[in-house]
């Protein structure tokens, strides 16, 4: 099966510096990879997704990239601010069954 | 659109007894369900799969007797923990897609169970 690691576990950033959370995955037929943000006790939210067939993509200040040949895709926020601060996934899938299988999380801690 | 909710979202129950988990696609038809379950300050552990009409597919380690998942209708399926014990206690999260081949995983808010 799919296997998806994450680093850092935990990463303190000041508000307006760049914050990048790294994954990497084991399944080369995986090709959907969505980020997620999860505050505590709430459900995940979508912040960004991209597909295999993209090597990068950006929304505002945030943007992810992925490198197929290496199995890694990182999340990259620049701008910072504090209610950036949250638990961060990253997660794998292929469209075949569409399991999403998710990394071990990254809590991001904004310092105003 | 594509909101899905969860009930409810948490129960308390005694060592033993069973509790029941639903989770609802409200404005569109979930042709895929997904139930995951996430311990404190660990990440979204994938449980099983169910897809509208059939059995549930389990991950590995993954007791299928203990957690049954029924999805009887394309907007409704159910988690029920059988004879739960402290260790289950958790946060239930599920999930839905609207196609077989959609990308996209719409999530629940969470059910937190705690057994005593």
């Known amino acids: 099966g799919e296997n998806v690691e994450q680093h850092p576990s935990t990463l303190s950033v000041q508000e307006g510096d760049s914050a990048v959370i790294k994954c990497t995955y084991s399944d080369s037929a995986s090709n959907y990879f969505p980020w997620y943000k999860q505050e505590l006790g709430k459900r995940p939210q979508l912040i960004i997704d991209?597909?295999?067939?993209?090597g990068e993509k950006k929304d505002q200040r945030i943007a992810v990239t992925l490198n197929k040949t290496a199995k890694h895709f990182s999340l990259h926020i620049t701008e910072t601010q504090p209610e950036d601060s949250a638990v961060y996934f990253c997660?794998?899938?292929?469209?075949?069954?569409?399991?999403?299988?998710f990394g071990t999380g990254t809590s991001l801690t904004v310092i105003p | 659109g594509a909101v899905v909710s969860q009930h409810p979202s948490w129960v308390i129950c005694k060592s033993g007894t069973s509790v029941k988990i639903e989770c609802r696609s409200l404005d569109f038809q979930a042709t895929t369900m997904f139930w995951y379950r996430q311990f404190p300050k660990q990440s979204l552990m994938l449980m099983a799969t169910s897809n509208e009409g059939s059995k549930a597919t389990y991950e590995q380690g993954v007791e299928k007797d203990k957690f049954l998942i029924n999805h009887a209708s394309l907007t409704l399926s159910t988690l029920t923990v059988t004879s739960a014990h402290p260790e289950d206690s958790s946060f239930y999260i599920c999930s839905a897609s609207w196609t077989s081949g959609s990308y996209e995983q719409y999530f629940g808010p969470g059910t937190r169970l705690t057994v005593t």
């Open positions: 997660a794998a899938s292929r469209i075949t069954g569409n399991q999403f299988y």
């Open positions: 991209i597909r295999s067939n993209v």
